[in-house]
């Protein structure tokens, strides 16, 4: 895979993390009660999207850099939208829902990183895995 390849895959994946985690902070208050127990869409969100988002990272630049940087983008948005601003903004609340949001995806964000081989053998042009 050329660099320019790679570098766009990158660059793509990490856009599509930012994207939904600002999505997922802004559905972290809503919460859904199938059978009268309660269920944080916004979690559900963040875990689906974090590892869908580590995986296809994974994948497509056979290395752990971009599940890493996507973890990272996650994780600075939703912190950032978590934090109330002077104004009294605050996207991401305190309260259970919320504070679930970010641990359930901080550890969703994890989980590629985690599993993603030591050492990935990258793709070359010819579809042949080569050592790292």
Do not use: K
């Amino acid at each position: 895979m050329g660099r320019a390849l790679l570098a766009t895959t990158v660059a793509a994946i990490c856009v599509l993390a930012f994207v939904l985690a600002v999505i997922g902070s802004f559905l972290s208050p809503a919460v859904w009660h199938p059978l009268s127990v309660p269920f944080p869409v916004g979690s559900a969100v963040a875990v689906v999207s974090n590892i869908a988002i580590g995986v296809l990272g994974v994948r497509g630049a056979g290395s752990r850099l971009a599940p890493t940087l996507t973890a990272l983008i996650w994780l600075g948005v939703a912190l950032l939208l978590g934090s109330q601003r002077a104004e009294g903004d605050l996207i991401v609340p305190g309260t259970w829902p919320g504070v679930v949001y970010l641990f359930a995806g901080t550890a969703a964000a994890a989980v590629p990183i985690a599993m993603a081989p030591r050492g990935a053998a990258r793709r070359t042009s010819t579809g042949r895995a080569s050592p790292a």
